[in-house]
């Protein structure tokens, strides 16, 4: 009797050796031990990044440079469980509204800023499955050959199974801006915050670049958005996010690390809450 019962214990002890050794070498990987004790504050979000953001220092176009950084920014805030959607702007482009302004019909210069979107799309998700990061491009205006149709059931399933979704085309109608559309994709799939990257670190009393006296908001309110008539987005997107009670944060997307500083919580810019 007492035999088997130290047969037991030695088993016992054997199978916690090599339990306790397989996970102290799981540990020595790095992004999995920063995933297991570094704590993110928001878990779904929905990053805007303006089209212009991917020209880097260029004056058109996309920068192969800019956006290998945000795949790599992207990458680091997938890796600790966040989920992950995206609406990129299509400024670098194409822009409907200018277009309009030198004569062409408006309806139709909105609709080849969408298709601008679907192309900086295209550019970001080659960039972030280079690094093996699973993407999933979907856009409001059906085109099968390059991009799933949008269903907001099966964008949530992607963002459950960890795959980083990326909304092109805008909402699909004209006058409607990729600010507008980002609202309106993070709504529908219940992100918890709009992260807005900008070239800026935050929200400030005049423009930064043109006023040197500017200076920043660490939180404000919507209320308060509304009195200074500060330009945060366009006021159709604002509201949208007001009536459903979403924040928004306002970050330079150009610093590293700021994107995992934003979903950890931490004061990288200005947020916007109630």
């Keep these: 009797m007492k035999k088997k019962i130290k047969n037991h214990s030695e ?19 790095l992004s999995i031990f920063e995933k297991l004790f570094i704590p993110m504050k928001y878990k779904r979000i929905l990053l805007k990044l303006s089209g212009e953001a991917l020209m880097g220092k260029g004056e058109y176009g996309i920068s192969p440079e800019k956006i290998a950084e945000y795949a790599k920014d992207i990458q680091t805030v997938v890796d600790q469980g966040c989920q992950v959607a995206i609406v990129i702007g299509g400024g670098n482009i194409f822009r409907g509204v200018q277009a309009a302004n030198s004569g062409m019909d408006r309806v ?8 601008a979107t679907v192309i900086n799309g295209l550019a970001l998700q080659s960039a972030l499955e280079h690094i093996d990061v699973k993407t999933r491009l979907m856009s409001a205006i059906k085109m099968d050959e390059v991009a799933e149709p949008f269903i907001r059931r099966r964008a949530v399933r992607h963002l459950e199974k960890g795959r980083v979704v990326i909304f092109s085309a805008g909402t699909g109608n004209p006058y409607f801006t990729t ?20 070239r800026v670190d935050g929200i400030y009393t005049a423009d930064p670049e043109k006023d040197a006296t500017a200076t920043k908001y660490d939180t404000i309110t919507f209320d308060e958005v509304y009195q200074k008539g500060l330009n945060v987005m366009d006021m159709t997107a604002f509201t949208l996010c007001n009536e459903n009670k979403l924040p ?3 970050f330079n997307m150009n610093t590293p690390g700021n994107l995992l500083n934003a979903v950890k919580g931490e004061e990288v810019g200005t947020l916007v809450n109630f």
Excluded: N
Aim: charged share 20%; net charge negative; aromatic share 10%.
């Design 248 to 250: 928004i944060m306002v």
């Design 108 to 115: 139709q210069g909105d609709y080849m800023g969408m298709l």
């Design 179 to 198: 600010d507008t559309a980002a609202t309106l994709r993070a709504i529908e799939v219940e992100a918890d915050v709009i992260l807005k990257g900008t």
């Design 11 to 29: 088993r016992v002890v054997f199978l916690c050796s090599k339990l306790l050794k397989y996970f102290i070498f799981t540990l020595t990987d």
